[in-house]
């Protein structure tokens, strides 16, 4: 059973930094794609990064493109999203997920982390 589990949100001010983790167990990942995806109050989740596990490919959302980075680190099985130069529109729920495309669309990922909070504040 493949279980995914979020870590390191929190109450940050406007242009500060906040890393996010995803500790991910249950099966081998080698050919999945891990992304991150997020949902604020009343939109609809939507695509922030993703990873291809083997080949390093990454795809961000055009809002955080030059400001968050996505890297996975192989030992430990985690995804991490370093966010930098937060706004106040990057405040939601950030959940990470495993698909296997390179995909921004949801239906395309199986798996699901519970999420984990993130508030900018200005």
């Known amino acids: 059973q493949v279980q995914l589990v979020e870590s390191g949100g929190g109450l940050v001010q406007a242009g500060g930094s906040l890393r996010l983790s995803c500790a991910a167990s249950g099966r081998t990942f080698s050919g999945a794609v891990m992304g991150w995806f997020r949902q604020a109050p009343g939109k609809q989740r939507e695509f922030v990064a993703s990873?291809?596990?083997?080949?390093?490919?990454?795809a961000y959302a055009d809002s955080v493109k030059g400001r968050f980075t996505i890297s996975r680190d192989n030992a430990k099985n985690t995804v991490i999203l370093q966010m930098n130069s937060l706004k106040l529109e990057d405040t939601a729920v950030y959940y990470c997920?495993?698909?296997?495309?390179?995909?921004?669309?949801?239906?395309?990922?199986?798996?699901w982390g519970q999420g984990t909070q993130v508030t900018v504040s200005s």
């Open positions: 990873i291809h596990w083997s080949n390093y490919r990454t």
């Open positions: 997920a495993v698909g296997w495309a390179l995909s921004a669309v949801l239906s395309d990922y199986v798996y």
